[in-house]
């Protein structure tokens, strides 16, 4: 590791610690030219995910904006914030594990509507609303007509 005072490439390693969220790791390091100390972070270099939107165009995946999208949908329901919260980190968690650059948005919604339909159900119809640009109240109703059929299936089988 190069000291930052005197350019030297040659330093020893002082100290080690995991940072407080345990995704780093905290190195106190001294140059072995000069004397001084200097502190270095390492950790995990993550891949950008990028987005391919409905209209073609494409944006680094933003969690914040997925979880933004899932509040919207719960709003006034009883759902906590740490099951939305899950959601999105169980969806984050499997896209990365895909190993996959570039993810379409619509695999991601259906990636959501499936977690909401089992967290609830009225968030669920909202979200697929927005997410489907449902026009007119019959794709309304059909939506709902497949909630409840898959909903009778379940208690059945």
């Not at 350019?7 to 020893?12: M, W």
């Not at 969690?63 to 899950?86: F, H």
């Amino acid at each position: 590791m190069r000291c930052p005072y005197c350019e030297n490439e040659d330093s020893k390693v002082i100290d080690s610690r995991h940072t407080e969220d345990g995704r780093a790791i905290r190195r106190r390091r001294e140059c072995e030219a000069c004397g001084r100390r200097f502190t270095t972070y390492e950790k995990v270099e993550e891949m950008i995910l990028m987005v391919i939107k409905k209209d073609g165009s494409r944006q680094a995946f933003d969690r914040s904006k997925l979880l933004n999208g899932i509040i919207r949908a719960c709003e006034k329901r009883p759902v906590a914030l740490a099951d939305m919260e899950k959601i999105v980190d169980d969806i984050e968690r499997g896209l990365n594990n895909m190993m996959e650059k570039e993810i379409e948005s619509t695999f991601i919604g259906e990636l959501v509507m499936e977690r909401l339909k089992d967290l609830d159900e009225v968030a669920y119809v909202r979200f697929a609303s927005v997410y489907r640009q449902f026009t007119d109240i019959n794709t309304f109703v059909q939506e709902v007509e497949k909630l409840l059929t898959s909903k009778k299936e379940e208690s059945n089988g």
